[in-house]
């Protein structure tokens, strides 16, 4: 179908929401974002972003800008936490310039999404809670003061607790995955090469990857907990229960965690990937279909690919919600296998003993599905 000047509304401006409504405006639409936040920020440092997310904003023109301001990964390495010990590498570069892999800074990512939104024209509304998504012929969207607009379609990229999710799929909290991330940034006066670590000990893990030209390190820390009652989701602590926790890695992790002095910490929660995606000229996204553990560091990648497919879908379809399907069936399969994997990582990295971690990671599985598509 001709997507020129159908008109889609946007719920939630990350990054799944302003990529959707970036491939959506190329093809043609007539894009409003609608964000409950009054700015368009990103919460935590670093993102990876692998081969299939640059594809995206290859497509978009997008790519030399970020490439700018991000660090090129080289590999992906699987350590052992007592000694750093190798237990795996995962070479980034074997597939050269069509496949490259990156570590950026979120915000960075987000400024260029939405600076690329507006310069084509896209409308991104603030401070624009939405309460509810009707689905229907026009579907409706009714914000939190009462006011309602109605559009062709209405993508909800909205996140963990999406509004649309619960119309489509019926409301349902989402559940505590019984681990706990706590994510900093510290200078990089170590001399961090450009790769990502993965050092795993039991019941715990810390990835660590540069940012902004190699100036910072990224550093998230996980650990296994049996509940989780703190309000809110990104909390501040004390640098020192973080070095506390993981007081018996050594080596260059001890040396991240001991510069850290000021740290958020975040109870990871998720749905199962959504059994509806899209009913009457409404779609799920992102997140809002399938929150995942970031232990595979692909849930914004996943949302990237959603955005690229469903202005595929939709422009080979007849109409919307052939295209809609459409959009489901191409992706339900590929964003299950990925969350199973990033669940299933959160298992290896945490076994006990060493001898396991180690067997558990002679099949690296990360390498099939970095694959671009
Ligand atoms: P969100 O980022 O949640 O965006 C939803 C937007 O909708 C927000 O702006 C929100 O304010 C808005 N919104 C919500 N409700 C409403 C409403 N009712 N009305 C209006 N607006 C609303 N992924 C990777 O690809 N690589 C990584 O390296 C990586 N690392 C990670 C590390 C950690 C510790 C964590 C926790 C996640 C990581 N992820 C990673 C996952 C990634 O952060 C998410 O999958 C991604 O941000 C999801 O994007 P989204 O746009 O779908 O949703």
Redesign the pocket.
Known sequence: MDLNGLKVTV?????????AALVLRARGAKVTV????NA???V?A?????PN?MAVLRSLGLETELRQKAVRGQAVELRDYARGRLVSRLQLTTLGEAAPYY?VH?ADLIDVLANAARNAGIKILLL????DVVPGDRPKVV??RGQEMKADLVVG???????LRKTLNGTVAPFFTRQV?W?ATVPNTMGHGPVAKVHMGPHRHV?SYPLRGGSLVNI?A?QERSGWHEEGWHIPDDPENLQRCFSDFQGETKTLLGAVDSVRK?G?FRHPVAPVWQRDNTAL?????H????F?????????E?AWVLGDALAKAEDINVGLAQYQARRQDRVKKVVETASKNAWRYHLSAPPLRFAAHLGLTMASTLAPK
């Open positions: 719920v939630g401006a990350g990054i799944g929401g302003l990529t609608l964000e409950q936040a368009i920020t990103e935590g670093g993102l990876q972003v692998s997310g570590f979120r624009q809670k939405v309460e914000l939190a990229a909205d996140g963990l607790h999406s509004v991330a994510r990835v998230v996980v975040w990871l996204l992102g997140d809002a279909a929150p995942t553990l970031p595979m560091a692909q849930g914004a990648v996943m949302a990237m959603d």
